[in-house]
T-cell receptor, first 115, second 111 residues
Framework: DSGVTQTPKHLITATGQRVTLRCSPR?????VYWYQQSLDQGLQFLIQ???????AKGNILERFSAQQFPDLHSELNLSSLELGDSALYFC??????????????FGPGTRLTVL | DAKTTQPNSMESNEEEPVHLPCNHS???????IHWYRQLPSQGPEYVIH???SNVNNRMASLAIAEDRKSSTLILHRATLRDAAVYYCILSGLYNFNKFYFGSGTKLNVKP
């Protein structure tokens, strides 16, 4: 158990809908990361937040947005869903915002299926 | 983002050592080498990291070439539970901590 929790575990929805994925980081971690894992694209970095502020952005679509709240939990909002958004979404957390020695701890993921 | 190159797959026998290679020819002086693994149906899991010197922990050893352009993750006695996809990732000390995972090496362990 990494200490990172994600809810829900599974989500099934229809095209055009909007969903929210939730992540609680490990106690003491200030950074939260979101990654998407699909069969054709592998694990891709989406976005990083540190202590409530956006720090780095990856290949995140404009239909997707995220935020980190004062209690440090984070939510990833996916809207106008398309079939291609079906994937595993992982949240990770770490102590700091920059690279080097900082280790990321990953949650168990949310499996999103768009029908 | 500095990229890494790994073999797509490797096979090992149970209880034998496994050497998983990674090439990172464009590594910079402040890039740390991290290894993560992803077991089936789970999130990635930290294995080990290093900068220049070889590193050991309870899970594995990391051997880093003198020129730092390659590294090898060593599992001393593979078990069936070690069957996973192993990712070699570079993390820059002065960069944001976003990971580029690449395609990794799928390790199959035979009983």
């Amino acid at each position: 158990d990494s200490g990172v929790t994600q809810t829900p575990k599974h989500l099934i929805t229809a095209t055009g809908q909007r969903v929210t994925l939730r992540c609680s980081p490990r106690s003491g971690d200030l950074s939260v990361y979101w990654y998407q894992q699909s069969l054709d694209q592998g694990l891709q970095f989406l976005i990083q937040y540190y202590n409530g502020e956006e720090r780095a952005k990856g290949n995140i679509l404009e239909r997707f947005s995220a935020q980190q709240f004062p209690d440090l939990h984070s939510e990833l909002n996916l809207s106008s869903l398309e079939l291609g958004d079906s994937a595993l979404y992982f949240c990770a957390s770490s102590v700091f915002w920059r690279g080097g020695t900082d280790t990321q701890y990953f949650g168990p993921g949310t499996r999103l299926t768009v029908l | 983002d500095a990229k890494t190159t790994q073999p797509n797959s490797m096979e090992s026998n149970e209880e034998e050592p496994v050497h998983l290679p990674c090439n990172h020819s464009t590594i910079s002086g402040t890039d740390y080498i991290h290894w993560y693994r992803q077991l089936p149906s789970q999130g990635p899991e930290y294995v080990i990291h290093g900068l220049t010197s070889n590193v050991n922990n309870r899970m594995a050893s990391l051997a880093i070439a003198e020129d730092r352009k390659s590294s090898t993750l060593i599992l001393h006695r593979a078990t069936l539970r070690d069957a996973a996809v192993y990712y070699c990732i570079l993390s820059g000390l002065y960069n944001f901590n976003k990971f580029y995972f690449g395609s990794g090496t799928k390790l199959n362990v035979k009983p």
